[in-house]
Each structure stands twice: as structure tokens, then as C-alpha cells.
T-cell receptor, first 115, second 112 residues
């Protein structure tokens, strides 16, 4: 069974400052890794994913995450945040090779961007 | 592609009543998932369909819960004899590959 830990439940950050959201996972098998974002009053949206290949993955809106197998981490970063990045961010894993690819989520990190 | 839709968006019911939620996946997505999210927590997996076959169920899915996906299109999730602990957001997701799951807006259930 997998588990996901998001170490920070809330992260306040000023506009144009960098932000890092930490995610650690535990699994006895290889995993796929995901970050989802949930804007206020909206559904979950896939932000980025790691399936294989380059350990650094990027989203279209400036976020990036790096898969670190030795540290079992998949931290999310953005060098300069905007007010519109205010949202809750969820890290998730699924077991690679499993038929269903069900997702196991962390508890979420709420990011509040202040002007 | 109109996205995943869920109905109703909100449901308030009294303890002991039965409720049913509907999920319409993205057309041609053969995989459909149900998750439950309680306040302040991440979503938790409930069950998974590939086409009309229910292939996996979580231990969270007690005997009071049942899900169906007739003809491999829309899906329904029914909760019988609701309890206050069932209050949560019920999320549906669909996928063509299993690697990218697209979520609906959810149905918020409040049991009074």
C-alpha cells in the first residue's frame, strides 16, 4: 500500500516570491506521481505528472516538480507566484503497472498568495 | 469534450435516508473512478470501473454503498441508510489511459 505525506498544511506567500510544496511518499513498488490543484469552488485539475523519463517535470503555468527516488519525494516549486495561484494543492501517487491506477492522495497544502 | 459532470452538486438528507449520485464521464473514457473527500483531507479512493465492470472496491465502501456503471457509460453511487459520517464531497473521475484522471466538480453530501 502507498501513502503520501504533505508536510505543510498551509503556506502563506507573498506575490512574486518563490514557493515550494513538499511531498513525500511511501511505497514498496514503483509509482507514478502527480500534483493536482483545486481552485476555490472548483474541481481537481491535473497540474503535472511523472510517469518515466526525466525526473524534472514542468507545467504550462510555471510550476515544476522533481522526482527524487532516493528521498521518495516529489516536491513542487514555482519561482514567482501570482495571486491566481491561491488554491489547494494535492500530491498523489499510483502504483505503476497496476490495472486501475487508483490514486492515493496526500492531505493537501493550502497556498495563500498575499499582495 | 464537455468534461466530467456530476449531479446533483449538493444534497442534504436526513439520517437513514437513501441517496443516489450520478456521474457522466468524458465520452469514450472507459475508466471511471469514485473518490470521497472529507473536510481538510485529500480524496480517498472508493471504487473503479473499466467499462461496465467494477474491478476494485476500497474497504471504505461498506455494504451500504453500491456503485454501478450500466453499459459502460454513466455511473451511479448509492448510499443506503445514510449516517452523519457519510457527509463528504463525492468525486468522480474518468480516464482513457489510467495515467491522467479528469475530475468532476463533485457532489457535496450533508447528512443531518
Amino acid at each position: 500500500a502507498q501513502s503520501v505525506t504533505q508536510l505543510d498544511s498551509q503556506v502563506p506567500v507573498f506575490e512574486e516570491a518563490p514557493v515550494e510544496l513538499r511531498c513525500n511518499y511511501s511505497s514498496s513498488v514503483s509509482v507514478y506521481l502527480f500534483w493536482y490543484v483545486q481552485y476555490p469552488n472548483q474541481g481537481l485539475q491535473l497540474l503535472l505528472k511523472y510517469l518515466s523519463g526525466s525526473t524534472l517535470v514542468e507545467s504550462i503555468n510555471g510550476f515544476e516538480a522533481e522526482f527524487n527516488k532516493s528521498q521518495t519525494s516529489f516536491h513542487l516549486r514555482k519561482p514567482s507566484v501570482h495571486i491566481s495561484d491561491t488554491a489547494e494543492y494535492f500530491c498523489a501517487v499510483s502504483e505503476s503497472g497496476a490495472a486501475g491506477n487508483k490514486l492515493t492522495f496526500g492531505g493537501g497544502t493550502r497556498v495563500l498568495v498575499k499582495p | 469534450d464537455t468534461g466530467v459532470s456530476q449531479n446533483p452538486r449538493h444534497k442534504i438528507t436526513k439520517r437513514g435516508q437513501n441517496v443516489t449520485f450520478r456521474c457522466d464521464p468524458i465520452s469514450e473514457h472507459n475508466r471511471l473512478y469514485w473518490y470521497r473527500q472529507t473536510l481538510g483531507q485529500g480524496p480517498e479512493f472508493l471504487t473503479y470501473f473499466q467499462n461496465e465492470a467494477q474491478l476494485e472496491k476500497s474497504r471504505l465502501l461498506s455494504d451500504r454503498f453500491s456503485a454501478e456503471r450500466p453499459k459502460g457509460s454513466f455511473s451511479t453511487l448509492e448510499i443506503q441508510r445514510t449516517e452523519q459520517g457519510d457527509s463528504a464531497m463525492y468525486l468522480c473521475a474518468s480516464s482513457a489511459t489510467g495515467y491522467e484522471q479528469y475530475f468532476g466538480p463533485g457532489t457535496r453530501l450533508t447528512v443531518t
